[in-house]
């Protein structure tokens, strides 16, 4: 019916009927609690878009259909007819209604995030483009929004609206902006909020918080309560146009309507300079055309007036002294009308009154007035000719006082060059004398430093010299040498950094100098002490004798420590060896008496269950009893034999042979039984060797045992064995050149540091029930037959013992005869020499059972008179047996050498359970044809003597 129709916050729906507002009934429910955002006639009724969805109003009641449903709780925030589409914008989506059906263009909206539509439009190439609150603006493309990038980074846009060109404006937080289609320029730009835009064909109006503006040709005009209307404060989205002369805009405070009537020409502000006054003048308009002011009234106030003719632009006033400031000051209060300069310069000056487009910043016009400020009285022709006049005879008078002065200095300077001019003379030659001085002391000493580094370099222990602090200043090559450190790297770097000592007691690292700052102070301070040098790697641990001195100098940085290491780790291995020489040889003495007299013991028992076995007849359980004695008594032989080898008589009897069968068949037997495998890697061309066999399977069985005990879960025992030279081991201790290298290995437990050096020692033992003979016995076995046996170890990963045996590659083993059977010797007479009555019975039993006629002696003495008195009755015996050790009397080697002075060809057999010199390993040297070990069998015996009285030895 073409009424204004009106939506309010709290008061409902008005229409303008004539010239009143008329309320529409409508429910007071649509209205609770609900905000009207966007009102639009469509097919002769009319769409209220509210923030809870679409109400259709045909002037008597609220309709309901697909439409109302569709949009329920949905907020609609503008209606925009575009050609024959109405598009319905909702907070989230773009919605277009055509031919009764709703069109989804949202598209990808969903995927830009939250967003919140507030304005859309077509521009000029026919594309959409919506403006949110919060993400900026959106172009549609091909079915895609894609995100434009507004100036400045705006976000923030309320509105957006197109002109009758389709450039469309963008009301936004920060001012106005257009888009021509390809890109953003700014239209207005000032720090405010726009929430609404009306562009119409010479004018644009803005709806802001601060009033309505009217821009036209870069000027603005600003409406507000000032001017005259109902509202300052106007709401986005409250605007109609009517046509190009009449629009409505709804503001809080109620409805402003725009209506051109008449057409104002557009006058700028009549405006000028009213007055110029300082503290003793006063210049009023019009001004002079020459204004010279004193220097005394150089504080001036420009006076000036604004005069606006209708409705004029919206401009402020901005200044510019020229000749003094150096940019536009500009006036923000328009009710200033003046402006203060204090103490001005003097000079020439022009003051430039400006009308400023405050938006663009453009000079609208200008009002300017010159004028001048004299200089002071100081700065007079005059004044500045006395001046210099008075300043000229004043240079006079200073400079004829100062020549008179300069004169006199000068004279009592040429006395004072003449003395210290002979001063000079006497001290060049001084200094002359004191150069030369100086020039043979540093050649003597640069001969000496020559002599110092031949000397430090020939010296065989390491030097080096520190500061207090422990950095090293010096290092000879020697030392270099000794910690493998290279002289350029050590220089400059903390001694107790880059060299790592031990304590050899306590194993505490040892930090030098700090080791040494205990003694410093103290009169008895040592002079040496020993620590261990553990390089890095697998080079073993060094030890050292480190003697110290401390250079104490005026010069503090001269002052500091001079070390000397010594490597004593040869040294230190030799007293090792000797401590445990030491240890052998006094045990050994002990084991020796106690071995011969339980060998004699052995002998008698292990004879008389012999004897007593053969006479039992077939009674087994007597024959059973018999065979345990004997086999106890070998057993106990065996413990007889570990304690001859500490001593001296318990010398290796030794023969040619091969290790090959020694090794493989002694390890298998000791395994028997076990749960350790063995692995063998032995040359085929193995050396042969001069050893005692028994004594050489007693080593490797007593390894074996240790290293069954070393793994009692399992394991592995690898057995090495080959041929070497004398270049190839590092042994200084060996003597020769060709050496057999037996390695027997475990995967045991292993050996802790602390009891690896006590290994070898008599009765140590770190096992429950053990001797602590078995690597003693070992050791004094192979030190014995001229080699060594060392001991590697670590503790989770297993032990390795190593043995060195001299070799005799040019030598023929040999081969071992076959047990004889026991033999009749009827008609051979034999004497025996024993101290011991039981073992002359035993003897007298064995001999009897061979058919022997048997003689006996108590001791040497006794043995060589019946050997006189056999061969004064020209019965002489057919062999001897001599004990060779005999309490209280002549022993047998005694006995033999005054036997053999009277029959050299006498046969004469040794016999004994201990030997103090090794006669029973050398025997022959002694002049004996054979030799028979106690304890003995008949067996041994027999075969013996089928040896020595066989017919090709008669």
Known sequence: DGNLWIATKIDGLFKLVGSRFVKVNLPDSLF???????????????????????????????????????????????????????????????????????????????????????????????????GTNGQGAFLLKNKQWQTLNLPDSLRQIFSVRADKNNILYLATSNGLYQWNGQEFSTALNFNQTVWDVLPMESITWLLTSNGLYQLKRNRVRIYNL??????????????????????????????????????????????????????????????????????????LRFHFKKINFGNAPYVRFAYWLEGFNQDTVYLHDENINFVDYSYLPDGKYTFH???????????????????????????????????????????????????????????????????RTEDIRQSYRLLKQ???????????????????????????????????????????????KMFNLPIKKAINRSLAEVITLKDEGSNEIIKLPDHVKQWENQGDAPSHFYAIFEPPGPLPAKHLNISWAK??????????????????????????????????????LLAGGIAHDFNNILAGILGNAQLAKLNSGKDDLVKKYLDGIEEASLNASQLTKQLLTFAKGGEPVKEIISLTDILTEGVEFALRGSNVSANFEIDSDLWPVEADKGQINQVINNLVINAIQAMPGGGTLTIKAKNCTKEEIIQPELEGDYFIKIQVSDTGHGISEKDLA?????????????????????????????????VDSRLGEGTSFTIYLPARPEAEVNEEHKEAKIHSFKGKRVLVMDDEEYIRELMGSFLEMLEIEADFANDGQEAIEKYKLSLEQKRPFDAIIMDLTVR???????????????????????????????????????????????????????????EVLSSKNL
Do not use: C
Not at 442 to 462: F, H, N, P, V, Y
């Open 551 to 588: 250079i104490e100098s005026e010069n503090k940085p001269d002052s500091g420590y001079v070390w000397v290491f010594r490597d004593v780790s040869i040294e230190r291995q030799l007293e090792e060896e000797i401590l445990k020489s030491q240890k052998l040889e006094s045990i050994g």
């Open 434 to 480: 004191e150069t030369e001085q100086r020039k043979k002391a540093q050649l003597s000493l640069k001969k000496e430093r020559e002599q110092l580094e031949i000397t430090l370099k020939s010296i065989a222990d390491g030097v080096i010299r520190t500061d207090l602090g422990g950095k090293i200043l010096l290092m000879n090559n020697s030392a270099e």
């Open 758 to 790: 006590k290994i070898f020692d008599p009765y140590f033992t770190t096992k429950q029930r053990g001797s602590g003979l078995g690597l003693a016995t070992s050791y004094a076995i192979i030190k014995k037959h001229g080699g060594i046996i060392t």
């Open 353 to 419: 009154l400006f009308l400023i487009n405050p938006f663009t910043n453009e000079i609208a016009a200008q009002r300017s007035v010159s004028f001048i400020v004299l200089p002071p009285w100081y700065k007079s022709p005059i004044f500045i000719f006395l001046f210099i006049l008075l300043l000229a005879a004043l240079v006079f008078f200073i400079v004829h006082a100062r020549e008179s002065y300069l004169r006199k200095k000068n004279q009592l300077l040429e006395m004072q060059v003449q003395e």
């Open 226 to 299: 000032k001017k005259g209307l109902i509202t300052t404060e106007f709401n986005m989205g409250a605007v109609f146009r009517v046509n190009e002369n009449e629009a409505w805009f709804g503001g809080v405070e109620g409805l402003v309507r725009y209506k051109k009537i008449l057409t104002y020409p557009d006058f700028l502000p009549k405006f000028l300079l009213t007055q110029i006054s300082s503290k003793d003048s006063l210049i009023t308009f019009p001004f002079p055309d020459q204004i010279i002011l004193p220097f005394s009234n150089n504080s």
């Open 888 to 946: 209280g009397g002549m022993g047998g080697r005694e006995a033999t050498a005054e036997i053999l002075k009277l029959n050299p060809q006498a046969k004469v057999i040794v016999s004994s359970g201990y030997s103090t010199d090794g006669t029973l390993a050398n025997y022959q040297e002694q002049g004996f044809i054979a030799r028979l070990n106690k304890p003995f069998t008949l067996e041994e015996l027999n075969n013996i003597l089928i």
């Open 32 to 130: 609770a609690g609900n905000s009207i955002f966007s009102l639009k006639t469509f097919d002769q009724t009319l769409w209220l878009g509210t923030a809870r969805g679409l109400y259709i109003f045909d002037g008597k009641k609220l309709i309901r259909n697909k439409l109302t449903r569709f949009f329920k709780n949905l907020t609609i925030r503008r209606f925009k007819e575009i050609g024959d589409t109405l598009f319905i914008v909702t907070n989230s989506k773009v919605l277009a209604y055509k031919n009764g059906e709703i069109i989804d263009y949202s598209f990808n909206l969903n995927s830009k995030g939250r967003i919140s539509i507030w304005g859309i439009a077509r521009d000029k190439f026919n594309r959409l483009l919506i």
